[in-house]
Nanobody, 124 residues
Framework: EVQLVESGGGSVQTGGSLRLSCAGSGFYFDNYVIGWFRQAPGKEREGISCIKKIDGSTHYADSVKGRFTITNGNDKDMVYLQMNSLKPEDTAVYYC?????????????????WGQGTQVTVSS
């Protein structure tokens, strides 16, 4: 059974940083793309970044490009999202998700398995 667990959320002030972690189990990570998504209250879930585990290639949404960095962990079953220069509009529940197909796409419908989410709150 594929399982994903996010951690690292919290509350920061504008301009602050957080690092989110996604721990996977129950599947062979190298055959997947791992994505980070977020959902703010009253808004649709938004794809923000993804990484192809096998070669580390990445893709970012314009809203986070230059501020967020997705990386593979030294532990092969981990993916991280470093978030810098946080803004109040980054406030949301952040989810990691896995897709078996290896295209670097950020469509919510393309991802098969989801974690439970972690809250990120950025205050002004």
């Amino acid at each position: 059974e594929v399982q994903l667990v996010e951690s690292g959320g919290g509350s920061v002030q504008t301009g602050g940083s957080l690092r989110l972690s996604c721990a996977g189990s129950g599947f062979y990570f190298d055959n997947y793309v791992i994505g980070w998504f977020r959902q703010a209250p009253g808004k649709e879930r938004e794809g923000i970044s993804c990484i192809k585990k096998i070669d580390g290639s990445t893709h970012y949404a314009d809203s986070v490009k230059g501020r967020f960095t997705i990386t593979n962990g030294n532990d092969k079953d981990m993916v991280y999202l470093q978030m810098n220069s946080l803004k109040p509009e980054d406030t949301a529940v952040y989810y990691c998700a896995a897709r078996r197909a290896l295209g670097l796409l950020l469509a919510v419908s393309g991802f098969d398995s989801w974690g439970q989410g972690t809250q990120v709150t950025v205050s002004s």
